[in-house]
T-cell receptor, first 115, second 111 residues
Framework: AQTVTQSQPEMSVQEAETVTLSCTYD???????LFWYKQPPSRQMILVIR??????QNATENRFSVNFQKAAKSFSLKISDSQLGDTAMYFC????????????FGTGTSLTVIP | EAQVTQNPRYLITVTGKKLTVTCSQN?????MSWYRQDPGLGLRQIYY???????DKGDVPEGYKVSRKEKRNFPLILESPSPNQTSLYFC??????????FGPGTRLTVL
């Protein structure tokens, strides 16, 4: 089975600062997708960013970017110019292609943005 | 509006009383999944479906059933709920892009 590890259960950051959330995964596959999802107090799951493993370029979405290190099996999320609305639980997720629709999630990192 | 809906949103029931949580999507997505979320464990996939009449087990399928008779609907069935199935449940759907859209969640308590 695949495993996804988020080693930081809780983090905090000052408003307007930058924070990086870490995620590592274990797989023998070569073709897969990686995702970061945000879960605010409302409990809604919201896609933050996705990365296809075959793409060497790191994905970016406005203030959110990833550092994808395929050889190291690492997929960290960087949040720039942190805002109060970024306070949420963040989940890293892995999906391997060509084997149905199986997803594996990490245990999450609770991020608090401090005013 | 493109969305995934789940009903009910909250449910308190007793051990052994069969229940169904409905999930419906209006995006014509092929793929649908059910997850449970428990504190400290993240989301774990229960079952998934790749199209009508095509379903498969995820990581934690014990005690659950699903069916996919129509493309838009993917109900989750607990035939004999037990207290260890108390959890927050999410349904999700995706197209071939595999980016999942989640429903709002169903908070289930089994007494």
């Amino acid at each position: 089975a695949q495993t996804v590890t988020q080693s930081q259960p809780e983090m905090s950051v000052q408003e307007a600062e930058t924070v990086t959330l870490s995620c590592t995964y274990d797989t023998s596959e070569n073709n897969y997708y990686l995702f970061w999802y945000k879960q605010p107090p409302s409990r809604q799951m919201i896609l933050v960013i996705r990365q296809e493993a075959y793409k060497q370029q790191n994905a970016t979405e406005n203030r959110f970017s990833v550092n994808f290190q395929k050889a190291a099996k690492s997929f960290s999320l960087k949040i720039s110019d942190s805002q109060l609305g970024d306070t949420a639980m963040y989940f890293c997720a892995f999906m391997k292609l060509n084997t149905g629709n199986q997803f594996y999630f990490g245990t999450g990192t609770s991020l608090t943005v401090i005013p | 509006e493109a969305q995934v809906t789940q009903n009910p949103r909250y449910l308190i029931t007793v051990t052994g009383k069969k229940l169904t949580v409905t999930c419906s999507q209006n995006m014509n997505h092929e793929y649908m999944s059910w997850y449970r979320q428990d504190p400290g464990l993240g989301l774990r996939q229960i079952y998934y479906s790749m199209n009508v009449e095509v379903t498969d087990k995820g990581d934690v399928p014990e005690g659950y059933k699903v069916s996919r008779k129509e493309k838009r609907n993917f109900p989750l069935i607990l035939e004999s709920p037990s207290p260890n199935q108390t959890s927050l449940y999410f349904c999700a759907s995706s197209s071939a892009s595999r980016t999942q859209f989640f429903g709002p969640g169903t908070r289930l308590t089994v007494l």
